[in-house]
Every structure is written in structure tokens, then in C-alpha cells.
């Protein structure tokens, strides 16, 4: 059975990454996310004004000082934390490892 969600909003915060998936075509990453924290929120509005508070949070704690100014395709960065809007609470990502075809 699927819960609903409608009329909610949710600010969902992950530690995302990039992991190797394999040496094919000279190699390939895929992204992943671990699922950390969900607020829900009322309406849109509100849930902009949540990411974008916990999003400058989060750069000033947690990102910048790990030295990942860039996004995950950087071979600098070790993964970041992040908050998105969804309409649904915060799951781990991907459910399943993809694989080459």
C-alpha cells in the first residue's frame, strides 16, 4: 500500500556521493544518496525558504571546510551534504546498484 503525501512538501537532507560502478567504457560513476533528516512543510513557499536556509548551513559547517566547493563529478570532492524539496520523505538512493548494459 503507497502512503500519500499530497498537499505536503518535504525538505529532505542526504549525503550524497559518487560511487564507482565499474571499469566498462573506461569507467563509469553513478550518484548516491543517503538519507539523513525530513521536515515536512505546508506549501511550496515555505519549503523554499527551509532548503535554502539548511543548504547555506550546511555549506558553511559542513562542505566548505571538506574542501568540496565543487559538485560530486569533482575528483576533489568526498561527497556533500544537501537538502532538496521532494513530495514525498526522504529515501536512500538508488534502491538498486545500477549496472553497465
Same mark, same amino acid.
Given at each position: 500500500?503507497?502512503?500519500?503525501?499530497?498537499?505536503?512538501?518535504?525538505?529532505?537532507? $542526504?549525503?550524497?556521493?559518487?560511487?564507482?560502478?565499474?571499469?566498462?567504457?573506461?569507467?563509469?560513476?553513478?550518484?548516491?544518496?543517503?538519507?539523513?533528516?525530513?521536515?515536512?512543510?505546508?506549501?511550496?513557499?515555505?519549503? *523554499?525558504?527551509?532548503?535554502?536556509?539548511?543548504?547555506?548551513?550546511?555549506?558553511?559547517? $559542513?562542505?566548505?571546510?571538506? +574542501?568540496?566547493?565543487?559538485?560530486?563529478?569533482?575528483?576533489?570532492?568526498?561527497?556533500?551534504? +544537501?537538502?532538496?524539496?521532494?513530495?514525498?520523505?526522504?529515501?536512500?538512493?538508488?534502491?538498486?546498484?545500477? *549496472?553497465?548494459?
Amino acid at each position: 500500500m503507497t502512503r500519500q503525501y499530497s498537499g505536503f512538501w518535504f525538505v529532505n537532507v $542526504y549525503s550524497m556521493d559518487r560511487e564507482f560502478g565499474g571499469p566498462e567504457e573506461g569507467g563509469w560513476w553513478y550518484d548516491t544518496g543517503r538519507f539523513l533528516k525530513s521536515r515536512p512543510c505546508r506549501t511550496r513557499r515555505e519549503a *523554499h525558504k527551509l532548503v535554502d536556509r539548511w543548504n547555506r548551513y550546511l555549506d558553511a559547517v $559542513y562542505n566548505n571546510p571538506r +574542501g568540496c566547493r565543487a559538485d560530486l563529478s569533482s575528483v576533489c570532492c568526498e561527497g556533500r551534504l +544537501g537538502a532538496q524539496i521532494q513530495r514525498k520523505p526522504g529515501f536512500d538512493f538508488p534502491e538498486v546498484r545500477p *549496472h553497465y548494459e
